[in-house]
């Protein structure tokens, strides 16, 4: 069975392009447009690993990382944060997000991240 990848991205394109490359490398794509919708899927999917935008409406990045974090009932779920926005690295590390990757990125480096955490 392969393993389940949630992309969280407001930008439709982003999440289409991502879905591909998850499908390519044979994970389980599951994708949701906000945070509150991902939220959701992350309690019914139980996916292996999330890729997060930061800037999304409903609910931004960062809450959801607070969300999953403090809520005893989601097991650990190591998150990559995808963005723009370099300033909130730290943040994002200290509430302990595996990994940061600034856009534009290579989808290559996203695989070897998402390989660092997650085995087929």
Known sequence: MSKKVLV???????????KQHLKRDG??????????NGLQKVKTEQ????????????LDGYTFVQKV??????????IIVLTGMEMFKSVFEFEG???YLL?????????????KHIRH
Do not use: Q
């Not at 394109?13 to 991502?18: G, I, N, P, S, Y």
């Open 97 to 99: 997000v595996k990994e």
């Open 103 to 115: 856009k534009p990125f290579k989808l290559k480096e996203l695989s070897e991240k998402i390989n």
């Open 47 to 58: 996916p292996d690993l999330i890729i997060l935008d930061i800037m999304m409406p409903r």
């Open 8 to 18: 969280i991205d407001d930008e439709p394109a982003m999440l289409e392009v991502l």
């Open 27 to 36: 994970y389980d794509p599951i994708t949701a447009s906000n945070g509150e």
């Open 69 to 78: 974090k403090y809520n005893n009932a989601i097991t650990p779920i190591p």
